[in-house]
């Protein structure tokens, strides 16, 4: 770690303390690393805040990177308790405007060109001003109006500068937080890194709006911008410019607008179903309604992608819900997940089904998703099982896109508009004249099974003749008990070598008279190596594995899980 690390580590630990984690950074090392602990004024309200609310206040002081950290961690309820996830979700990602000669200047450097030569004007007020990027509306050579997305100046030597701080920092926190399955620090950063490089790279965001055009060519009452790729680049998107207004906030009478929240679900619902791609972020403000009535669907940074089988196994999910069959759910949701432990099947089917019965005792019309979803969620997190990115991002769309319906047409029938996807989805999974379907692909499973189970039993029972065969047994409790025989082991060694020093001390003393200044060398060697190994032993004995991980799930009092 270079110098301005340092310094920009030293910056970050000063504004944790500020926000009442000063004990966590102590705990991890951080302040033995910088030398020395500074004292700090502690922010406004510290105390009477809670955790949640701390942590995301010190997000937003820390800057541009932390607050893109505390978006990314917002989309993750399974790593994170749903206080957490409700306050990060309020982070607001809107900075001061950088001035038009250093756009101007980003558009001559992502486009090789003037910007005289790429467009005919450019609004000199920006439409947008975020941590990453700025928008601009502008109008082509041809005179069609678009919207400029440029990177801001020196943003990606910045980030990178923080990702090489949050490594280090993710490192020394890894090794002192209890829970290093669930909210492991280190893969919390390699997953935001992966994210922040897909979000500075607009060439990425462009395949994904090319992606959406071509799902949503054929249907109507939905339009996706149109990139214009000879005026984008790395750093440059220049998409159509969609006039309108914000969905929610147009004046509509009751059917106009039951009708929009319609076409709204019946296109959530073939993005899930038919197609595997998703918008991960339907917030109010990414619905436009066009002068023409279409509804304009805009900013693709973030996306979902899901497999067939990955929609299959969430149709079943949702109907094993739906007949509150706990067991196929904690079923599921094991098989979904990836745990990092062997959970306890029988009790997470016993919690599971305590939280079907306080959500679905009226008609499914009725169900709160948002809070469904987080309590199903804040189990995974509790048995250690880690839902794929995916999933996560869907259950965050899915409660955006719940709040969207429920203020356009409070009484839409949800269940019924997903109905008939739900059931072409499964239908295919056993259509034999299919070559995608499930039916098929389980035959040629069988197939391929029934051909290699001889050879196979033939392998073990050969094995077990000759006295080849051999079981691989791994526990946590063995792996313990191992560790504890090797400190004995290292410790009586060293007691042993301690008894060789103070014996071999004892005959130098008596037969060697090789004297500096009248004191036994030898003798003095030997007295001072037994000392330094018996320290050394009894401080292992003492000291040894002593300090417990901190437990993050301490952090968290009983007010905050009150609160939800």
């Not at 809107?94 to 005919?120: D, K, N, Y």
């Not at 090797?486 to 001390?505: D, E, H, K, P, Y």
């Amino acid at each position: 770690m270079n110098l301005q690390d340092l310094n920009r580590l030293r910056q970050i630990a000063t504004i944790a303390a500020r926000h009442g984690f000063a004990d966590l950074l102590d705990r991890a090392g951080v302040f033995r690393l910088l030398g020395r602990r500074e004292p700090v004024e502690p922010a406004p309200d510290t105390r009477a805040a809670s955790t949640a609310r701390r942590f995301r206040r010190m997000l937003e002081d820390l800057g541009p990177t932390f607050v893109k950290l505390g978006q990314v961690l917002s989309t993750r309820a399974d790593l994170l308790p749903g206080e957490f996830v409700s306050e990060l979700r309020l982070l607001q990602d809107s900075v001061t405007p950088i001035p038009l000669e250093a756009v101007l200047a980003q558009l001559q450097a992502g486009l090789g060109r003037s910007p005289q030569e790429a467009f005919a004007s450019i609004d000199p007020q920006p439409l947008a001003a975020a941590s990453i990027a700025q928008v601009h509306r502008a109008t082509t050579l041809e005179g069609q109006p678009v919207v400029v997305k440029v990177q801001r100046p020196g943003i990606q030597a910045q980030m990178a500068s923080d990702l090489h701080v949050l490594r280090a920092l993710a490192k020394l926190l890894e090794a002192v937080v209890e829970e290093t399955g669930i909210y492991s620090p280190v893969g919390i950063v390699e997953e935001f890194d992966r994210a922040i490089r897909e979000e500075l790279d607009f060439v990425h965001e462009a395949e994904n709006v090319h992606a959406f055009q071509e799902t949503h060519r054929t249907r109507k009452g939905i339009r996706i911008p149109r990139v214009h790729d000879e005026l984008s680049s790395a750093t440059v998107l220049t998409l159509e410019y969609f006039g309108g207004v914000r969905l929610l906030e147009a004046q509509l009478p009751p059917e106009r607008r039951a009708e929009l929240a319609h076409t709204v679900l019946d296109t959530a619902f073939r993005q899930l179903f038919e197609d595997g791609l998703f918008h991960a972020d339907p917030h109010p403000g990414n619905f436009l309604l066009l002068p023409d009535g279409d509804i304009g669907l805009i900013d693709f940074g973030l996306v979902g992608r899901l497999t067939r089988q990955m929609r299959e196994q969430l149709v079943i999910l949702i109907v094993a819900v739906a007949l509150k069959d706990s067991d196929s759910v904690a079923r599921l949701l094991y098989r979904i997940g990836a745990p990092d432990a062997r959970a306890n099947i029988a009790a997470f089917r016993s919690d599971i089904d305590g939280v079907l019965g306080r959500h679905l005792p009226r008609t499914l019309g009725e169900v709160d998703a948002r809070h469904l979803l987080g309590d199903l969620l804040d189990l995974a997190v509790k048995y250690r099982v880690r839902v794929p990115r995916e999933y996560a991002l869907l259950s965050r769309a899915s409660i955006s896109m719940e709040g969207i319906l429920r203020t356009l047409s409070p009484d839409l029938d949800i269940l019924g508009v997903a109905l008939p996807y739900a059931k072409e989805l499964l239908k295919g999974r056993y259509e034999l004249g299919d070559l995608q379907g499930g039916l098929l692909r389980a035959l040629l499973r069988f197939q391929g099974l029934a051909a290699d189970l001889p050879t196979q039993l033939s392998q073990i029972l050969l094995d077990l003749e000759t006295g080849r065969f051999s079981v691989h047994v791994k526990s946590a409790t063995l792996d313990r008990v191992n560790a504890s025989l090797r400190a004995a082991a290292v410790i009586t060694f060293l007691g042993l070598c301690a008894c060789g020093f103070i014996v071999g001390a004892f005959i130098s003393f008596a037969q060697v008279a090789w004297t500096v200044r009248g004191y036994p060398v030898l003798g003095l060697l030997g007295t001072a190596g037994a000392a330094a190994l018996f320290g050394a032993a009894f401080t292992w004995y003492l000291f040894g594995n002593r300090f417990g991980k901190i437990s993050l799930r301490r952090l968290l009092p009983g007010k905050d899980r009150a609160a939800r």
